[in-house]
């Protein structure tokens, strides 16, 4: 083992006295009046103390968000709550601690998602695409026996979308349900 970090060192994950961890989330808000509390709220309702929080105005993501990044410490077992509480806000989240997610894909499922197991569905997803499902949306006109569609909006690495495809066809292949998926790239 090594000598843990002097003091001084720009590590963001380096463990403090007490049991407290230090961490980083990069989010992206929307540029409206409210949306920086909004963001901040989830973090203190979980037990995060702020450290910093940068926020740059004129720094707009291609999205035309604003990128933020907060620095914050809690218990380790209290992160995963801050992330699910910031999650469950509607914050878009690109970073939290390791978990670093650049780019984000629309897909379409189609067929009997509910009969296949939505829940399990999305959850290869998550595990086989290394992909967060940041937002879901069902319609089931012939009820949750019929075919249904699912809109899913997933958080991935910058630079997979082409993995992450191909291992969405898979799971889709495996369920038999029709993939619809995005354009990628400008040509058109």
């Given at each position: ?26 989010l992206e808000l929307v ?40 620095d914050l410490e809690c ?40 009969e296949t197991d939505l ?70």
């Open positions: 083992m090594g000598d843990p970090p002097a003091a001084g060192d720009d590590d963001p994950d380096a463990e403090t006295d007490g049991g407290i961890q230090a961490y980083t989330v990069r540029d409206e009046p409210g949306e920086l509390l909004r963001a901040l709220a989830p973090i203190a309702d979980n037990g995060g103390n702020l450290l910093s929080i940068h926020h740059e105005r004129g720094n707009i993501t291609p999205r035309g968000h604003i990128p933020v990044e907060v218990p380790p077992d209290r992160f995963d709550d801050v992330v699910e509480g910031l999650r469950d806000a509607g914050v878009n989240i690109i970073q939290a601690g390791a978990e670093h997610y650049g780019e984000e894909i629309n897909v379409v499922l189609v067929g009997h998602l509910v829940s399990d569905t999305l959850s290869r997803i998550e595990d086989e695409v290394g992909a967060v499902v940041l937002d879901l949306s069902l319609a089931a006109p012939e009820g949750t026996g019929g075919i249904s569609s699912a809109r899913a909006r997933l958080a991935i690495d910058s630079g997979r979308s082409e993995e992450a495809l191909a291992a969405i066809r898979s799971i889709g292949a495996d369920k038999e349900l029709t993939v619809v998926e995005p354009l990628l790239g400008g040509d058109a």
